[in-house]
């Protein structure tokens, strides 16, 4: 059984930074690519940032420059450190990730249960 944790959302004032962690847990042989995704009500999820392998990170536009993307491969876990945030980012943010678990050796996509962050103007 394969588990995403999601954890460090909260409140916070705009111009204001948060750091979220993704923990995996399970008997994983290896994790590729981590993605985090984000959602508010009434709108699709949206993708905010994604890590490959090799620690290649790629970011959505209305992130750039503010979120960085991150992950120890050690501890099984991803984090997303967002600096200068604006009201416009209060959202659920989910993380995602494509995992081998040692059951079947086949690659699967998880998602964690979410963690909200709300950013006050």
């Known amino acids: 059984q394969v588990q995403l944790v999601e954890s460090g959302g909260g409140l916070v004032q705009a111009g204001g930074s948060l750091r979220l962690s993704c923990a995996a847990s399970?008997?994983?042989?290896?994790?590729?690519?981590m993605n985090w995704y984000r959602q508010t009500p009434g709108k699709q999820r949206e993708l905010v940032a994604t890590i490959d392998s090799s620690g290649t990170a790629d970011y959505a536009d209305f992130v750039k420059g503010r979120f960085t993307i991150s992950r120890d491969d050690a501890k099984k876990t991803m984090y997303l450190q967002m600096n200068s945030l604006k009201p416009e980012d209060t959202a659920v943010y989910y993380c995602n990730a494509d995992v081998t678990p040692y059951t079947d050796g086949r690659s699967h996509y998880y998602w964690g249960q979410g963690t909200q962050v709300t950013v006050s103007s």
């Open positions: 399970g008997m994983i042989f290896s994790i590729d690519v």
